[in-house]
């Protein structure tokens, strides 16, 4: 099968690659459409991470169902699935309580284990989701991005929701910024210094912009609030500055949600943050649950993708990463399809 390769940082080969044989367990995928995710970016740039080089990435991936191991069941031809790529054990203390993103064992379709980047990928029937019937495939691509999103709104949230800071207006932050709305903030403010960025959260429920570049992000947002603060701030940027912000932007007794990836080392400064009580959270991946109400939501429309997508050929994988790493545009989620 052709298969976009891994050949270590900044080395992809659009080429020949094995077909994926199906194990005990396992579906077999043609994929449709695989999304590149921030993380296959920071690897792509020399981020460290256990995964086999050569490999295929790509964890953010639907397709068609075109054969199964014998021992599963419940799956028939060209059934229409999204797959959940964080797999883990299901048995240590984690993945018993409910907590199974956070499951020491855990790996990824598209880290450890080949994933979407390919004509087909093999799956664990346990990993995957069938579709409705008005949710297409290609928007089935992003229910692994907004699923991370879900998990942070899940997992964090508490008490009435009004005033929302989303820092960053990539594919998670635009996310954030309609959760927010579905979550009931009334102010809803997003710094970003693309301008095309901006714009797109405007459209898609932001109540106010901040070009970054223009504008001190803290004085502008802050001034908003009459100089009290957010309640929640989504830091979808991962960098140090955006993290900074994110401490500054708070109201007391308000909460941070780090939601980006990123190597960038972050002072913080806890002479502001004990005496204010703040609420500084990480938030890792999704589980089922998350995945399953994504899912929901896009199909239901309640959440847009379409203007965020910006789809080509497997083939100019190699093209698109160094697009995306160097001068990305206006592209917001590239999805490549096989």
């Known amino acids: 099968m052709k298969a976009l390769i891994s050949m270590g940082p900044r080395q992809l080969k659009f080429g020949d690659w094995e077909d994926p044989g199906i194990l005990p367990?396992?579906?077999?995928?043609?994929?449709?459409?695989?999304?590149?995710?921030?993380?296959?970016?920071?690897?792509?740039?020399?981020?460290?991470?256990?995964w086999p080089v050569p490999g295929i990435r790509g964890h953010e991936f639907a397709g068609k169902v075109i054969a199964w191991a014998d021992d599963v069941e419940g799956f028939q031809d060209g059934d229409r699935v999204v797959a959940?790529?964080?797999?883990?054990?299901?048995?240590?203390?984690?993945?018993?309580?409910?907590?199974?993103?956070?499951?020491?064992?855990?790996?990824?379709?598209?880290g450890?284990?080949?994933?979407?980047?390919?004509e087909q990928v093999a799956v664990p029937a346990r990993a995957l989701f069938q579709l409705p019937e008005n949710l297409s495939l290609k928007r089935a691509a992003l229910v692994e991005t907004l699923a991370t999103s879900v998990h942070a709104f899940e997992q964090n949230l508490s008490g009435l929701l009004r005033n929302v800071a989303v820092l960053g207006a990539g594919a998670q932050g635009l996310f954030a910024v309609q959760l927010a709305r579905l979550a009931?903030?009334?102010?809803?403010?997003?710094?970003?210094?693309?301008?095309?960025?901006l714009a797109m959260a405007r459209k898609l429920g932001a109540t106010h912009v901040v070009n970054a570049r223009q504008e001190n992000v803290v004085e502008a947002i802050g001034a908003l609030t009459g100089g009290e603060g957010v309640d929640l701030v989504i830091e979808a940027a991962g960098k140090a500055l955006t993290r900074q912000q994110a401490i500054q932007l708070l109201r007391p007794?308000?909460?941070?949600?780090?939601?980006?990836?990123?190597?960038?080392?972050?002072?913080?400064?806890?002479?502001?943050?004990?005496?204010?009580?703040?609420?500084?959270?990480?938030?890792?991946?999704?589980?089922?649950?998350?995945?399953?109400?994504?899912?929901?939501?896009?199909?239901?429309?309640?959440?847009?993708?379409?203007?965020?997508?910006t789809a080509m050929p497997l083939e100019q994988g190699p093209a698109a990463f160094e697009k995306l790493s160097s001068n990305p545009g206006e592209a917001i989620k590239v999805l490549l399809e096989p």
Do not use: W
């Not at 994929?31 to 296959?40: F, H, L, Q, R």
């Not at 450890?112 to 390919?118: D, Y």
């Open 253 to 309: 007794g308000g909460t941070a949600i780090f939601l980006a990836l990123g190597a960038e080392a972050s002072p913080i400064d806890f002479m502001s943050v004990v005496p204010r009580e703040l609420h500084l959270r990480g938030t890792q991946c999704y589980t089922d649950a998350d995945f399953a109400l994504a899912i929901e939501l896009l199909a239901n429309g309640e959440i847009i993708c379409d203007p965020l997508i």
């Open 112 to 118: 450890e284990q080949p994933g979407g980047f390919a």
């Open 184 to 197: 009931g903030a009334k102010l809803i403010a997003v710094s970003e210094v693309a301008p095309h960025r």
């Open 84 to 110: 959940q790529p964080l797999l883990y054990c299901g048995g240590c203390r984690f993945c018993r309580s409910g907590q199974s993103n956070l499951c020491s064992k855990a790996y990824l379709i598209g």
């Open 25 to 50: 367990g396992q579906v077999l995928i043609e994929v449709a459409a695989c999304g590149i995710c921030g993380t296959d970016l920071h690897v792509y740039n020399g981020l460290p991470a256990p």
